[in-house]
């Protein structure tokens, strides 16, 4: 029979157990929303509550329940109804601002690239293959993601660690725009054009380093499942945006004047950027990481714990799929823009509709993705994609066929609307493994492991284009002969089936929405929960109270 003591004046049930090792360690409660309750597994009289009773002895003893402290402000927004909201964070405002906008810029940058193609295949009159190697060599400098990933991961700069590398980034793009813009000698040639291509680049990559590094470490601190989509999506309107003006812009203005106009709108995200201070999205520098260590060892421990993320199985073997599946198709991009401007004599109006309507496609697929596709099976969903786009590879054979012109469809209707079908389908696909790689991205090396991914991509593409420049060359299309252009096309299509043979590296489900099938609540099951811990014979039952209970 284990006594039992209780106190009318302090609203805290105690007990002191005859036997000391059933003895439990009782943290140290608030009195505020405290109700004692005493229950008995036998029929006692609800009033002894308020008064000591002899109790009788039972198999189990008898059960003490105490209320925990809780703040009845948490039971309005329960927390499985913070996770559903998603943007209900600290600094969510700021942060949608400067990832919004990043991106939207990001996917603007087609407008200038597109009038720098057509000055470099009408003005400056550059081989096809020249083109395309001037376009993907002009990528290098993103291939040094990963340095400016561990960069940005180990080195502060007053106390933030993303704000500041994207202001660098920003500023190095607006100098070389700028540039371009203002300095007449800087696109009439075209080693001046291509050192303005690579610094401009250059700042490419460390903003976009920083912000995928943002983006992934404030998702996974304030578990917010949809902020790579946004990015996504917000990139996609840049690009619709971008490709509209661009072909509207390019048949009444000098390329110059474009120039300038995407340097202004640099100049707005540097000061949106410079606006916002890294303390008020929630992140604050490590105590122990500008003072007490190095920068040697910040390196040194950057580089083990990428080298440690990237021997994870998970990590590794869907990085190697998507590396593997886009180096090993030959882009033959370059002799297909040739092929349309020079001899199908599309102007740029078509050429940025086709663009438009291919951005509108990437960001609807997109917004599926986002509603209903992360329920799809992401192997099943990669396949299906890779299928298509090896599917959507054979519209351009169609063209140069001129099949079209047998159904009855003219070319600049055929180029608006399929022309950009295959380059979504490749932009769409990197999305599932943006999302996995983020919920998987282990904490402290968002920036490390976003920047490599975003670098192999990128080494990917360029030796996709490398190989397109040496198909292109071996199989004879020049500038003014495109006969071989079809069987360019043909064995692109057959490379691009090749990856699903290997379609098993690719994880089955994506793990993070499979925690959250397993772990997650719904805001009823929350809010009737009852937490507690049950000892028969010395009872101690804890359980989250309401003001309901509290009042009766």
């Not at 054979?397 to 047998?406: E, S």
């Not at 071989?484 to 290997?502: K, N």
């Not at 959250?516 to 009872?539: P, Q």
Request: charged share 15%.
């Amino acid at each position: 029979m284990i006594p039992w003591l209780i106190s009318t004046k302090t609203p805290i049930v105690t007990f002191v157990p005859q036997n000391p090792r059933l003895s439990i360690h009782r943290p140290k409660l608030s009195q505020s929303y405290l109700r004692p309750v005493l229950l008995s597994l036998n029929n006692q009289n609800p009033n002894t509550v308020d008064k000591p009773a002899k109790l009788n002895t039972h198999l189990f003893g008898s059960v003490t329940i105490i209320p925990i402290h809780y703040s009845p402000r948490k039971d309005k927004r329960s927390r499985g109804y913070e996770e559903k909201r998603g943007f209900a964070q600290v600094g969510s405002q700021q942060m949608l601002a400067l990832c919004g906008m990043g991106y939207w810029v990001q996917g603007f940058r087609c407008f200038p690239w597109l009038t720098l193609n057509f000055h470099m295949a009408h003005t400056l009159s550059l081989h096809p293959s020249i083109l395309q190697l001037v376009q993907n060599s002009g990528n290098l400098p993103m291939v040094a993601k990963p340095l400016c990933g561990i960069v940005s991961d180990a080195i502060y700069v007053g106390g933030a660690h993303r704000i500041p590398y994207i202001l660098i980034g920003v500023f190095l793009q607006v100098l070389s725009w700028g540039t371009l813009a203002l300095i007449p000698v800087a696109r009439a040639a075209l080693p001046t054009l291509m050192a303005c291509i690579l610094l401009s680049n250059l700042g490419a990559s460390i903003t976009e380093v920083a912000k995928d590094a943002l983006v992934a470490e404030y998702g996974q601190k304030h578990r917010m499942r949809g902020l790579q989509t946004y990015a996504f999506m917000a990139s996609a309107m840049g690009g619709i945006l971008g490709n509209f003006l661009g072909g509207y812009f390019l048949q009444r203005t000098s390329p110059e004047t474009m120039f300038l106009i995407f340097a202004v709108l640099l100049s707005f995200q540097l000061a949106l950027s410079s606006a916002t201070r890294e303390e008020a999205l929630g992140s604050s520098p490590p105590s122990d990481c500008p003072g007490e260590r190095t920068i040697y060892k910040n390196f040194r421990k950057q580089l083990g714990d990428l080298k440690m993320a990237l021997q994870d199985d998970k990590i590794c073997h869907p990085l190697l799929w998507i590396v593997a599946s886009i180096a090993m198709v030959p882009v033959l991009s370059g002799s297909i823009f040739c092929y349309q401007t020079q001899l199908l004599h599309l102007d740029p109006s078509v050429i940025g509709t086709s663009r438009v309507i291919g951005q509108l496609i990437l960001l609807s697929m997109a917004v599926l993705y986002d509603r209903c596709g992360k329920q799809v099976p992401m192997r099943k969903l990669i396949g299906a994609v890779q299928l298509m786009y090896a599917s959507s590879l054979l519209l351009d054979f169609v063209l140069v066929r001129q099949l079209n012109l047998r159904l009855g469809v003219s070319n600049k209707v055929f180029v608006c609307c399929f022309s950009g079908l295959a380059e979504s389908l490749a932009q769409f696909k990197l999305l599932p493994f943006s999302v996995l790689l983020a919920s998987l991205c282990p904490r402290g090396c968002e920036g490390s492991l976003t920047s490599f991914l975003a670098s192999a991509l990128c080494l990917s593409s360029i030796l996709s284009g490398l190989l397109g420049v040496g198909l292109a060359s071996l199989i004879g299309i020049t500038s003014g002969n495109y006969s071989a252009l079809p069987v360019g096309i043909l064995i692109q299509s057959i490379l691009a089936l090749l990856p699903l043979g290997w379609i098993h590296h690719v994880p089955a489900t994506l793990p993070r929405l499979e925690k959250e099938r397993k772990g997650g609540m719904s805001r009823r099951t929350w809010k009737n929960r009852r937490v507690g811990k049950v000892v028969f014979g010395s009872v101690y039952v804890c359980r989250r109270g309401r003001d309901s209970e509290t009042q009766r």
